[in-house]
Every structure is written in C-alpha cells, then in structure tokens.
C-alpha cells in the first residue's frame, strides 16, 4: 500500500484535510497541537492509498514532547524503500504563508535526500477569497521545483487534485535551494521562506487587524476578565440548566420504555432481571449522557473560535502562581469534558515540570463521569428551591459548589506539590501561537459532540452493564431478590461495612463506592440496580428518588460529596497517565494518594456536619 | 535615552514596532532557535500588538503570526523601537 503524508505547521488543517481525503472524522479544531498522535485511513476512491496524518510541527528540529513525536514519527516513514511514499504533503496555512513555508522548505530538503516526492498544498483559499487574496502557487511551484496546490479543506476545492496530482507520479525535487545549504541551518530556510511568501504570497495584513481588535476586547483587564467570568459562568450554566430538558426526556424515554416492555415479559427471574439491571442500573446512567453533549459542544465551540488560546493567555499568570502554566488551561478545561483528553491535551506543555503538575489537576477537574453521581446526589439531597425570585436555582448552585470545590482542590494539590517538588530551572518558557477567530462550523461541532458522547457510551457503557450483572446476580441470589440484606451480596456488603460506617454510610453505598473504582459513573448503576431489587414496586421509580426514601442523612451525603470529587475512580484514567508518563509511580501515587485523601476530608465533613 | 536603545520585548508597549537585535546569553540555546524559527530572528520587526495588564503574556505579531510571549522569555530578546512609518 502507499502512503501519502500530511505534515505541517500547528493549525495548519491537515487533520480536516486528512478528514476530506479518507472519509474519516478526526479531531479538528482551532488551536495548536489538537492532534497529538499519526492517525491512518485509506483514501476515498484509491483504497490503495493510505494517508497519515501528523500532529503539527513548527520545524523538524522539535522542541516539545508532541513535536517530538511527529518528528520520530515523520523521519521512521521516511526511512522506507524508494516508492512506497506516493507523496510527502506539506499543508501550509495560506493565510500565514511564511511560517508554514519555512517547516515545508525543511520538508522539501528531507525528502529529497531520501528520495521521496513531495508536494504544498496551500489551504484557506477560501478565507483568501473573501478578501480578495490569492497565491501565485504556479510562480512558486517553478521556483521550488514541485508541484503547489492551492485548496479549501473546509469547501473542499482542490482536494481532489492532490490525489489526481500525486496519482501521476511526482518528480522528486533535483535542485537544492542553494548550493550552501549542508545542514538544516535555520536562516536559510527562514529567509527564503520570508522572501518566498513575500513573492507568491498574499499581501498584506488584513486579518491581523480585524483579529485583533478582538485580541483587543478579549484580552484587555476589564473587558477580557469579565468576558472571561461570563463564558465560564455561560458553560456551566448550559451543563446545568440547559441540558435538563435533555435529560428530562431520556429519563422519560427510558421510563415509557421500561413501562411498555416489562408488562410483556412474565414476571419471575427474567422480568427482575430486565427491570433492574437494565432499566435500574444501565438506565440511571443513560440519562447523563445529554451532560456530556453540550458540554462536549460548548468546549469545542470555545476552542474552535479561537478564544481557547485567548483563555490561555489570561490564565497564564494566576495559573503560573500555582505552579501551571497557560497551556494548562485546555487540558484541564478538557479534563472537565473527561480526563483522558485531557492528559493528551497536555502533551502541548513543553515543560515536563509543569505537564508533571497538570497531570495531578486533571483527575480533580469535575469530569463528565462525577456529573451522573453529582447529579444524582444533588436531585436526591438539595431541595429544588430557587432564590432571588427564581434567578438562581438551589440545585444548580449546589452543582456549581462542588465543581468549584473540585478545582479549588486542583489548584491546591498542584501548588503543594510545586513547592515539594520545587527547582529543577530549565523551565521552557510560555509560547503560544494566536489562531485567529474563527466562525465554528456547525457540522463539525455537532460531530465532535455526537462522536464524544458516543465513545463516553461505549466505554462506560459495557462497564456498566457488567457490573450491573454481578452485582444483580450476587444481589438476587440466593434469595431470588426476596431479601437483599440476606444475600450474597448482603454478605460482602456487611463484611465491608465498617469502612463506611464511619461517614454514615451503608453497605450498599459502600458496594456502590466498590465498584465505582472501575469508574464513577458505576455508582450510579450499581445503586440503582441494589434499589430496585429491594424495591418491591413493579413501577420504574427514579433512584434519586429512592435514595430520598431511604432516610440517609445529608452529612453522609456531604461526603459521598466530597469524596467523589477527589478520589481518582477511573482505570481508564489511571492507564492512560501510564502510557503518558512511561511509568506506574505516577498513577499509583495519585491513586493512593487521592483515595486516602478522598476518605479523610469525607469523613472530616461528616463529623463537622453530623457536630453541628 | 539609552535605556529606550536597548530594551527588550517585554519593554514594549502595545503598538509599538520594533526591530531584534539578539538576545541575552541566559536564553536557553533551544528556545532561542525556536524563536528564531517562529521568526523572531536577529532584524525581524516585531509589534507588540496586546500587552495586558497585571502581567499576563504579551502579544507580538511577527511575519504573518501573532504568538504571545511570557515575562521571562520576552526580556531575554533585546530589541530598540522603531517610529513607525
Ligand atoms: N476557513 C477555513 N478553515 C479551515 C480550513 N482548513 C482547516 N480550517 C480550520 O482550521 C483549524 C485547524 O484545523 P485542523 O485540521 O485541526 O488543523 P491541524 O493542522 O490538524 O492542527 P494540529 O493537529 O493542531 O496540528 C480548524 O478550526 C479548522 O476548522 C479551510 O480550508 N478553511
Ligand atoms: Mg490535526
């Protein structure tokens, strides 16, 4: 099979090129360093071409972990038999034609020594168009003696020239670009670079100056701070409010369903069964999902405008007194959707102090998979008042409490720890390239979020399920579920118990917390399974709704609270901070460290609220 | 006087273009050779074109890009101002 090979700068578009030229939907989004791993798919049409899409590099002498990656990566294909590449494609942001010249001149010289063909591209000819630009792509084809395709991966124009155009066969370049050039000396390149897109390239500067008047409002202390408060308080608010009607509907859905199928089974083991482990436990956590949508949604809005880069600017300093630095935002602003991103995110912090501090805040940032358990807590505990005349609800101040308390407690941790961990002065320093603001477009938003919550479903969603199976089958045997305090369950649940005793809790919350360490949102299954073999009700009750029932207290609730927000109850987590870091001690000292922590500040506020 | 012909990036204020004159030998051999390749090289002009307040990273526009640099590593880069034109 041959290969074509999408390199380029940051932000350049290769991944919605990649996206164009396979069929495939890979993360796409205005801020440098979206991509941090190859991905490959065969191209639509030639199912004998694969395309490979690279993280973005500024040049191929790396700087960072991720351009390290890219760079290894782009050296190691191109270290095979003359033929197997079909092409090396250098995707150059048309509207910033320098920088991205002077990475694809590197490229133009690497391939040429290894005897590969290469092509530009040139991408955002739209935007171009619409201030009335364009690139000379014939007079710099000639120069640099290979071929220049000018395209829109957003449109679409010219893509298809680039599989026809490579399909023909490409000379490999002959010419050096000038006869000195032994090493990759950095000033050659850059001049030429400057002088080439001075030559061929666009004229002018006429979207930095509507940029930044933007830059001007978003960024100056007054404007840019509040604006910074709103969008924030705006995202939460959507988490919380907005999805409500969302997860009203699920839950409906889930409840007409389970009212029209159980009926039909007969009621003995199976009818349990379904009614409880499915509708009880896989259903409870269903109804969470909408969450997970619109927050995925917002994020992607915020980053795919460009603000997210803004953000970072702003949070630079008050980050950097704990110790982060601005780059840290996006991934912990991730790590609010799900850690795992998250963690990736952070490979773009060139520091590996500073990525070594945000990989200890990313676990405590409020995650999409704590908002089934918060939520839950919060309908079961927090009455639905509002305040001021309905401005403010109860429940969501609750919510906007404990997320607060997640990131204060980040924050803490990761100051702490920079003080312990303190020294080591080779800090690479804060450089972050601006993208400009963009209009998001509508489809890839809606992609992204539909194939995010889409994934959060299919891991969790086995998980749950499993779960929901065992602890059902150990709940309802030997009894069949006639008393659940007798079973097998019931004997697990008491020899544990003591555990949780001391926060108020029973054994049944106790297997729920068990479990949970497989991941949070098991929680909520599982104690939604354990209600409804105790339920004696036919009727599909809601859990939070049970729970009310039961009589647990609200300290016990207070640090179920509190202990969610901080234990580190995620194997996926967990396992990704080991491929990340290379080593077990991290996640297996966050793990302990967390869960110690967890039980001990639960167990603090259960006596000062039980004290009161 | 003097002080104005030798400053460095951090120094400038929003607006005001200037021309790179090299940077100071505490800058870390790598990051310099990526800011020269983002292009903050040794004549580049540059324009600081947001410097928030409470010392939050500045903006500079540079070739066709804009980055935005923090305290530490705008002052390693000695630049003097130019009027523009
Ligand atoms: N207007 C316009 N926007 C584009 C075009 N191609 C890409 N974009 C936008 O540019 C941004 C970056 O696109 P990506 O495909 O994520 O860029 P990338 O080169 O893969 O970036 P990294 O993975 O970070 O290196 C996104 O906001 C895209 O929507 C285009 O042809 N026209
Ligand atoms: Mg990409």
């Known amino acids: 099979m041959k290969q074509l090979l999408l390199v380029g700068s940051p932000n350049s578009g290769k991944s919605m090129l990649f996206n164009r030229l396979t069929g495939m939907n890979q993360r796409v989004a205005n801020f440098p360093g979206i991509t941090v791993d190859t991905s490959t798919g065969p191209a639509v049409g030639r199912s004998d071409l694969l395309v490979v899409d690279f993280p973005g590099a500024y040049s191929l002498t790396p700087l960072s972990g991720e351009e390290q990656v890219a760079v290894d990566a782009f050296y190691k294909l191109l270290d095979v038999p003359v033929g197997h590449i079909e092409a090396v494609v250098c995707v150059v942001d048309a509207t910033r034609m320098e920088k991205g010249l002077v990475f694809a001149l590197q490229v133009r010289e690497a391939c040429r020594r290894a005897g590969h063909p290469v092509m530009i591209v040139t991408n955002m000819h739209d935007v171009l168009e619409r201030h009335n630009q364009s690139v000379d792509a014939e007079g710099l084809s000639q120069r640099l003696d290979m071929p220049v395709i000018p395209i829109s991966a957003k449109s679409g124009v010219g893509v298809d020239q680039i599989i026809t155009r490579s399909g023909q066969g490409i000379e490999v370049p002959k010419s050096e670009l000038k006869e000195d050039l032994i090493a990759f000396d950095a000033s050659v390149f850059r001049n030429l670079a400057e002088s080439l897109a001075n030559e061929f390239g666009p004229k002018g500067d006429y979207l930095l100056l509507v940029h930044n008047r933007a830059d001007q409002f978003f960024l100056s202390t007054l404007t840019g701070g509040l604006s910074f408060l709103l969008i924030m308080f705006l995202l939460f608010q959507a988490i919380f409010s907005w999805a409500a009607p969302l997860m009203d509907g699920v839950e409906s859905l889930i409840g007409l369903t389970a009212d029209s199928v159980l009926p039909l089974i007969p009621s003995g083991m199976l009818h349990d069964f379904v009614k409880d482990a499915l509708f009880g436990g896989l259903g409870a956590f269903l109804v969470f999902v909408p969450q997970i949508f619109i927050l995925t949604l917002i994020v992607g809005f915020m980053e795919d405008s460009g603000y997210l880069a803004r953000a970072a600017v702003i949070c630079h300093r008050p980050l950097r007194a704990f110790g982060l630095t601005g780059k840290s935002f996006v991934p912990m602003l991730s790590g609010v959707a799900c850690a795992i991103p998250g963690i990736y995110a952070a490979r773009t912090i060139e520091s590996p102090r500073r990525r070594w501090l945000t990989y200890f805040a990313i676990p405590l940032m409020p995650c999409s998979a704590r908002l089934p358990v918060y939520g839950l807590l919060i309908v079961a505990f927090i009455p639905n008042e509002s305040l001021l005349g309905g401005a403010v609800g109860l429940q969501g101040l609750a919510m906007l409490a404990i997320y607060l308390f997640g990131i204060v407690m980040a924050l803490l941790i990761v100051s702490l720890l920079s003080r312990v961990k303190a020294g080591k002065g080779s800090d690479l320093p804060f450089v972050l390239e601006m993208p400009p603001y963009r209009l998001p477009g509508a489809k890839t938003l809606g992609q992204l979020a539909w194939s995010r919550s889409g994934d959060f479903v299919k891991r969790a969603g086995p998980v749950i399920f499993w779960v929901s199976v065992v602890v059902w089958v150990l709940g309802y045997f030997p009894n069949q579920g006639a008393n659940l305090g007798e079973s097998w369950l019931g004997a697990i649940g008491k020899f544990i118990a003591p555990i949780f005793e001391p926060i108020g809790l029973d054994w049944k919350y106790g297997v729920a917390i068990i479990a949970s360490f497989l991941a949070r949102e098991v929680f909520v299954g599982t104690l939604g399974t354990l209600y409804g073999i105790e339920g004696a009700e036919e009727e599909f009750t809601s859990l939070a709704q049970q729970i009310q029932d039961s009589g647990i207290s609200l300290a016990s609730g207070v640090a179920l609270f509190v202990f969610f927000a901080i234990a580190a109850q995620c194997v996926s987590t967990l396992a990704t901070l080991r491929r990340e870091s290379g080593s077990w001690s991290l996640p297996a000292g966050l793990f302990v460290g967390y869960g110690v922590l967890a039980y001990s500040l639960a167990f603090v506020a259960f006596t000062l609220i039980v004290g009161d | ?85």
């Open chain 2, 1 to 85: 006087m003097s002080q104005i012909q030798c400053a460095n990036l951090w120094q400038m204020k929003r607006g005001i273009q200037s021309v790179i004159e090299g940077f100071t030998p505490a800058l870390d051999a790598a990051v310099k050779a990526r800011l020269e390749e983002l292009g903050f090289h040794q004549g580049a002009r540059v324009l600081c074109t947001q410097a928030p307040r409470l010392g939050a990273p500045k903006l500079y526009k540079v070739g066709n890009a804009v980055y935005s640099l923090e305290k530490t590593i705008a002052e390693c880069v000695i630049a003097h101002p130019v009027t523009s034109e």
